[in-house]
């Protein structure tokens, strides 16, 4: 998703585009995700910056890309189970606010007029308008479409070795079927952007935090928002390698309700967990009583693009001149994609950054280059 | 009718004996062994549910639990895969229209 909003909004500033990838569109990260376009889990801050902005790009978007992105603006909900919990979200919520996100406090008995199937006896929640929907891999691929003749598109190619001057810049790539030339290339790789780096002779330490998702049945309109409990938001700030499950749940314009979110650092094994479903299952109908009776029809896997203080690398790499890297959005990049799509078009064509990036800067972990 | 278009003759098998379902209250006659999806073709039955958005028929169309097209209410529960689930005496099947689900409200 990423490398393809780089695509588009680069094409869009009249540069021509090869698109590599070693898989298909779609084939990675971006695949195995939700969809979920946020900024209610999101602290004040860079992150929240982008994606801030991100949402105004994904409102236009919808508007240029055919409706079957399921682009949906259905807004979220966090629900609190407690006073102690609601007291949190609203502190969290208010700073949102003075930050600029959209959120009203929801007492608990009205949290039924927004979801009529939400479990009753909660403490309120917070609603946050600006929360959206697509479909990922439909969007990704119409962006790639929309973007036009400038991007050309080549799939099942892998980068073997990134081709450098006399001066160490950037000269192009090297696949199986020959050398690309280009003064620029964007390390867009997602969970895979660190080896993508160490080919390019810097060090990016990205590592895989896997999720699964559990998809029922197709049902009604049961669920309204993106739903999810107020833990959600400390465990995607946690650092823990330990398994963290917090249910979000959302319906989907084909019917069938997915629920996330699970987070473990297990390297890149895609083993279905039965613990890890288990409870993801008992945490949404916790929240979705009448989940209970419906059934799962399947589970996928995949793997967030997790760095170490959580942002992403967006930018040049001023270690190796012509790099740029635009990866490690974690469980955000669908969201956080047309932001970082743009940063990077208008880096490469001079122009006027939407907002400042040095806190994505890629050399921030230092270790410099990797030999 | 059941025997006619099972392939127990071709087997040389000898099932037990027959017993009755019902497809929107209709009986029907079922070996013992077989799944819905196969007791309601050799009855002739191809459809027993219709799609969430255009309403069109649907039946078996994998037989083997992969597709999901053939789903339908069994003894009051949607979303049963026809083709998986054995057929059992007294077994009440109706047509399954769209998510099957309409007690939760619309779409």
Redesign the interface.
């Known amino acids: 998703m990423v490398g393809a909003a780089c695509a588009y909004y680069a094409a869009r500033r009249g540069l021509q585009v090869t698109v590599l990838d070693r898989g298909s569109v779609a084939g990675g990260t971006t695949g195995a995700g939700e969809g979920n376009l946020l900024v209610s889990d999101k602290e004040p801050g860079p992150e929240l910056e982008l994606a801030l902005h991100s949402t105004q790009l994904w409102r236009e978007l919808a508007e240029v890309l055919p409706s079957r992105i399921e682009y949906e603006a259905k807004g979220g909900l966090v629900v609190a189970s407690d006073e102690k919990g609601l007291a949190a979200l609203r502190e969290f919520a208010a700073r949102q606010t003075a930050a600029g996100v959209t959120a009203e406090v929801v007492p608990g008995g009205r949290l039924g007029d927004l979801e009529?199937?939400l479990a009753p006896g909660l403490a309120g929640g917070v609603h946050y308008p600006q929360d959206a929907q697509v479909q990922p891999a439909l969007a990704a691929a119409h962006l790639l479409r929309a973007a036009g003749d400038r991007v050309s598109l080549r799939l099942g190619e892998e980068v073997t070795e990134i081709l450098t001057g006399a001066h160490g810049e950037v000269r192009g790539v090297r696949t199986p079927s020959g050398d690309l030339h280009a003064p620029y290339v964007v390390n867009a790789a997602g969970t895979w952007g660190g080896e993508l780096a160490r080919l390019a002779g810097v060090d990016l330490p990205v590592l895989p935090r896997r999720g699964f998702v559990l998809v029922t049945?197709?049902?009604?309109?049961?669920v309204r928002r993106k739903v999810y409990a107020a833990d959600y938001v400390a465990d995607v700030a946690s650092d823990s390698a330990a398994l963290q499950t917090s249910a979000v749940v959302e319906g989907t314009p084909a019917?069938p309700v997915l629920i996330g979110a699970s987070r473990e650092r297990v390297g890149y094994d895609r083993s279905p967990s039965v613990e890890v479903l288990r409870r993801l299952a008992g945490q949404a109908v916790r929240l979705f009583p009448?989940l209970a009776t419906?059934?799962a029809?399947r589970t996928y896997a995949g793997f967030r693009p997790y760095l170490p203080d959580h942002l992403p690398a967006i930018g040049p790499d001023p270690r190796r001149p012509g790099l740029l890297h635009a990866c490690g959005h974690e469980g955000a990049g669908i969201g956080l994609a047309p932001a970082t799509g743009r940063i990077i078009a208008e880096t490469l064509a001079d122009g006027e950054l939407p907002l400042d990036i040095s806190p994505f800067r890629p050399d921030r972990f230092g270790g410099g280059e990797a030999g | 009718m059941a025997r006619d278009r099972s392939p127990a003759e071709l087997v040389g098998a000898v099932p037990d004996a027959t017993f009755e379902i019902t497809f929107d209250g209709r009986p029907i006659v079922a070996l013992p062994g077989q799944s819905l999806a196969a007791v309601l073709w050799a009855a002739g039955i191809l459809a027993w549910r219709t799609t969430r958005v255009g309403g069109r028929p649907r039946g078996a169309f994998c037989g083997i639990g992969h597709c999901f097209d053939c789903l339908a209410t069994v003894n009051g529960e949607p979303n049963r895969r026809a083709c998986l689930v054995p057929a059992r005496p007294g077994d009440a099947v109706t047509t399954q229209e769209g998510h099957g689900h309409a007690e939760l409200g619309d779409r």
């Open positions: 009529p199937h049945e197709p049902l009604p309109r049961l019917g009448a419906m059934r029809v």
